[in-house]
Protein backbone atom coordinates (compact mmCIF):
# COMPACT_ATOMS: atom_id res chain seq x y z
CA UNK A 1 0.00 0.00 0.00
CA UNK A 2 1.54 3.37 -1.06
CA UNK A 3 1.35 6.07 1.40
CA UNK A 4 1.61 10.32 1.42
CA UNK A 5 2.57 11.35 5.08
CA UNK A 6 2.12 14.92 5.18
CA UNK A 7 3.09 17.44 7.88
CA UNK A 8 2.30 19.03 10.01
CA UNK A 9 -1.70 17.78 10.55
CA UNK A 10 -2.55 21.34 11.25
CA UNK A 11 -0.40 24.51 11.22
CA UNK A 12 -2.08 27.87 12.60
CA UNK A 13 -0.49 31.13 11.96
CA UNK A 14 -0.36 34.66 11.79
CA UNK A 15 -1.01 37.00 8.72
CA UNK A 16 2.89 37.40 7.26
CA UNK A 17 4.77 34.20 8.69
CA UNK A 18 6.10 32.29 6.20
CA UNK A 19 5.47 28.45 6.43
CA UNK A 20 6.37 25.28 4.78
CA UNK A 21 4.38 21.91 4.59
CA UNK A 22 5.61 18.68 3.27
CA UNK A 23 4.66 15.40 1.56
CA UNK A 24 6.74 12.64 2.36
CA UNK A 25 6.56 9.13 0.77
CA UNK A 26 8.53 5.79 0.48
CA UNK A 27 7.05 5.18 -2.92
CA UNK A 28 7.85 6.65 -6.23
CA UNK A 29 5.44 8.80 -8.46
CA UNK A 30 5.44 9.37 -12.19
CA UNK A 31 4.17 13.09 -10.77
CA UNK A 32 2.96 14.97 -7.43
CA UNK A 33 -0.18 17.56 -7.28
CA UNK A 34 -1.24 19.90 -4.71
CA UNK A 35 -4.68 20.93 -4.22
CA UNK A 36 -6.01 23.52 -1.41
CA UNK A 37 -9.50 22.59 -0.12
CA UNK A 38 -12.04 24.93 1.46
CA UNK A 39 -14.35 24.09 3.91
CA UNK A 40 -17.75 23.11 1.93
CA UNK A 41 -15.66 22.89 -1.17
CA UNK A 42 -13.79 20.29 -3.23
CA UNK A 43 -10.57 20.18 -3.97
CA UNK A 44 -8.65 23.20 -6.43
CA UNK A 45 -5.73 21.91 -8.16
CA UNK A 46 -2.72 24.20 -7.51
CA UNK A 47 0.40 22.41 -9.68
CA UNK A 48 1.13 19.32 -10.67
CA UNK A 49 5.06 18.76 -10.98
CA UNK A 50 6.59 15.87 -13.10
CA UNK A 51 10.45 15.87 -12.55
CA UNK A 52 13.02 15.26 -9.75
CA UNK A 53 14.14 18.30 -8.66
CA UNK A 54 11.52 20.73 -10.45
CA UNK A 55 10.75 23.93 -8.74
CA UNK A 56 7.02 25.59 -9.64
CA UNK A 57 6.20 28.96 -8.66
CA UNK A 58 2.35 30.39 -8.06
CA UNK A 59 2.54 33.90 -7.01
CA UNK A 60 3.61 33.59 -3.24
CA UNK A 61 3.58 29.68 -3.45
CA UNK A 62 7.05 27.86 -4.07
CA UNK A 63 6.22 23.75 -4.67
CA UNK A 64 9.15 21.21 -4.84
CA UNK A 65 9.54 17.64 -5.93
CA UNK A 66 12.22 15.96 -4.53
CA UNK A 67 15.46 14.75 -7.05
CA UNK A 68 13.66 11.39 -6.34
CA UNK A 69 10.22 11.76 -6.80
CA UNK A 70 9.03 10.54 -3.53
CA UNK A 71 8.55 13.51 -1.19
CA UNK A 72 7.59 17.20 -2.09
CA UNK A 73 7.48 20.62 -0.14
CA UNK A 74 5.49 23.89 -0.52
CA UNK A 75 6.49 27.54 0.82
CA UNK A 76 4.13 30.33 1.24
CA UNK A 77 5.83 32.99 1.48
CA UNK A 78 3.99 35.97 3.98
CA UNK A 79 0.99 34.10 4.13
CA UNK A 80 -2.52 36.03 3.68
CA UNK A 81 -6.06 34.76 5.14
CA UNK A 82 -7.57 33.73 1.99
CA UNK A 83 -4.79 30.74 1.75
CA UNK A 84 -6.21 29.44 4.52
CA UNK A 85 -7.59 25.83 3.66
CA UNK A 86 -6.63 21.94 3.62
CA UNK A 87 -3.49 21.28 1.40
CA UNK A 88 -3.53 18.06 -0.20
CA UNK A 89 -0.77 16.10 -2.05
CA UNK A 90 -1.23 13.49 -4.52
CA UNK A 91 0.76 11.31 -6.24
CA UNK A 92 0.25 9.58 -9.58
CA UNK A 93 1.25 6.72 -10.94
CA UNK A 94 0.64 4.50 -8.34
CA UNK A 95 0.71 0.72 -8.99
CA UNK A 96 0.97 1.35 -12.85
CA UNK A 97 -1.84 3.14 -13.35
CA UNK A 98 -1.17 6.60 -14.14
CA UNK A 99 -4.75 7.98 -12.91
CA UNK A 100 -4.37 6.15 -9.81
CA UNK A 101 -4.51 9.19 -7.61
CA UNK A 102 -3.09 8.42 -3.67
CA UNK A 103 -3.76 11.23 -1.10
CA UNK A 104 -2.52 12.08 1.69
CA UNK A 105 -3.94 12.99 5.02
CA UNK A 106 -3.34 17.11 3.97
CA UNK A 107 -2.30 20.10 6.37
CA UNK A 108 -5.08 22.11 7.75
CA UNK A 109 -3.59 25.61 7.64
CA UNK A 110 -5.05 28.48 9.21
CA UNK A 111 -3.70 32.14 8.72
CA UNK A 112 -4.97 34.47 11.63
CA UNK A 113 -5.34 38.31 10.41
CA UNK B 1 -16.59 27.80 -16.42
CA UNK B 2 -19.31 25.60 -14.99
CA UNK B 3 -16.93 23.21 -13.72
CA UNK B 4 -17.80 19.78 -12.15
CA UNK B 5 -21.59 20.03 -10.37
CA UNK B 6 -22.87 17.74 -7.91
CA UNK B 7 -26.02 17.20 -6.53
CA UNK B 8 -27.64 16.85 -3.74
CA UNK B 9 -25.07 19.23 -2.00
CA UNK B 10 -26.21 17.35 1.83
CA UNK B 11 -28.66 13.92 1.99
CA UNK B 12 -29.61 12.38 5.36
CA UNK B 13 -31.16 9.26 4.65
CA UNK B 14 -31.74 5.94 6.66
CA UNK B 15 -30.04 2.51 6.43
CA UNK B 16 -32.79 1.21 4.47
CA UNK B 17 -33.27 4.23 2.06
CA UNK B 18 -32.36 4.08 -1.41
CA UNK B 19 -30.94 7.02 -3.18
CA UNK B 20 -28.13 8.63 -5.88
CA UNK B 21 -26.24 11.18 -6.09
CA UNK B 22 -25.43 12.77 -9.24
CA UNK B 23 -22.36 14.49 -10.77
CA UNK B 24 -22.57 16.74 -14.13
CA UNK B 25 -19.25 18.26 -15.96
CA UNK B 26 -19.51 20.46 -19.07
CA UNK B 27 -15.49 20.23 -19.36
CA UNK B 28 -15.49 17.83 -22.61
CA UNK B 29 -13.58 15.48 -20.14
CA UNK B 30 -13.64 11.81 -20.71
CA UNK B 31 -13.00 10.29 -17.64
CA UNK B 32 -15.11 10.44 -14.34
CA UNK B 33 -14.81 9.22 -11.08
CA UNK B 34 -15.82 8.86 -7.48
CA UNK B 35 -14.26 9.53 -4.18
CA UNK B 36 -15.04 9.47 -0.57
CA UNK B 37 -13.68 11.99 2.18
CA UNK B 38 -13.77 10.65 5.33
CA UNK B 39 -12.59 12.39 8.45
CA UNK B 40 -8.47 11.72 9.43
CA UNK B 41 -8.64 9.68 6.70
CA UNK B 42 -7.22 10.50 2.83
CA UNK B 43 -9.17 10.98 -0.10
CA UNK B 44 -10.22 7.30 -1.15
CA UNK B 45 -10.54 6.44 -4.86
CA UNK B 46 -13.80 4.23 -5.05
CA UNK B 47 -14.66 3.84 -8.62
CA UNK B 48 -13.47 5.56 -12.30
CA UNK B 49 -15.12 5.69 -15.32
CA UNK B 50 -13.13 6.17 -18.90
CA UNK B 51 -15.20 6.82 -22.03
CA UNK B 52 -18.18 5.67 -20.40
CA UNK B 53 -16.14 2.20 -19.51
CA UNK B 54 -15.51 1.38 -15.94
CA UNK B 55 -11.88 0.95 -15.37
CA UNK B 56 -11.37 0.33 -11.52
CA UNK B 57 -13.74 -0.59 -8.59
CA UNK B 58 -11.30 -0.25 -6.35
CA UNK B 59 -12.80 -2.62 -3.52
CA UNK B 60 -16.37 -0.60 -2.77
CA UNK B 61 -18.92 -2.46 -1.02
CA UNK B 62 -21.50 -3.08 -3.61
CA UNK B 63 -24.62 -1.35 -1.81
CA UNK B 64 -22.30 1.44 -3.92
CA UNK B 65 -23.27 1.04 -7.41
CA UNK B 66 -21.83 3.42 -10.02
CA UNK B 67 -23.41 4.78 -13.42
CA UNK B 68 -21.84 6.68 -16.18
CA UNK B 69 -24.81 6.83 -18.68
CA UNK B 70 -22.77 9.05 -20.72
CA UNK B 71 -19.41 11.22 -20.84
CA UNK B 72 -21.26 14.26 -18.82
CA UNK B 73 -22.86 12.56 -16.30
CA UNK B 74 -22.16 9.47 -13.58
CA UNK B 75 -24.29 8.27 -10.59
CA UNK B 76 -23.77 6.87 -7.38
CA UNK B 77 -26.50 4.98 -6.55
CA UNK B 78 -26.64 3.99 -2.60
CA UNK B 79 -28.92 1.22 -1.03
CA UNK B 80 -28.88 -0.23 2.95
CA UNK B 81 -25.83 2.09 3.49
CA UNK B 82 -23.67 1.73 6.95
CA UNK B 83 -23.67 4.47 9.44
CA UNK B 84 -19.47 4.24 8.51
CA UNK B 85 -20.41 5.45 4.82
CA UNK B 86 -21.35 8.94 6.01
CA UNK B 87 -18.73 11.06 4.46
CA UNK B 88 -17.96 13.68 1.65
CA UNK B 89 -18.41 12.02 -1.87
CA UNK B 90 -16.72 13.81 -4.19
CA UNK B 91 -16.71 13.50 -7.98
CA UNK B 92 -13.99 14.52 -10.25
CA UNK B 93 -13.16 14.91 -14.26
CA UNK B 94 -10.19 14.47 -16.54
CA UNK B 95 -9.64 14.98 -19.77
CA UNK B 96 -7.93 11.71 -20.08
CA UNK B 97 -7.46 9.31 -16.72
CA UNK B 98 -3.38 10.44 -16.88
CA UNK B 99 -4.41 14.05 -16.71
CA UNK B 100 -4.74 16.39 -13.25
CA UNK B 101 -8.39 16.25 -12.05
CA UNK B 102 -11.51 18.46 -11.50
CA UNK B 103 -13.92 18.24 -8.67
CA UNK B 104 -16.93 18.99 -7.84
CA UNK B 105 -18.05 20.57 -4.30
CA UNK B 106 -19.00 17.13 -3.17
CA UNK B 107 -22.42 15.20 -1.29
CA UNK B 108 -22.62 15.61 2.35
CA UNK B 109 -24.10 12.13 3.01
CA UNK B 110 -25.56 11.40 6.51
CA UNK B 111 -26.17 8.16 7.54
CA UNK B 112 -29.30 7.46 10.73
Known amino acids: TQLLEQSPQFLSIQEGENLTVYCNSSSVFSSLQWYRQEPGEGPVLLVTVVTGGEVKKLKRLTFQFGDARKDSSLHITAAQPGDTGLYLC?????????????FGKGTLLTVNP | ETGVTQTPRHLVMGMTNKKSLKCEQHLGHNAMYWYKQSAKKPLELMFVYSLEERVENNSVPSRFSPECPNSSHLFLHLHTLQPEDSALYLC???????????FGDGTRLSIL
Open chain 1, 90 to 102: AGAGGGGSNYKLT
Open chain 2, 92 to 102: ASSQRTDQPQH
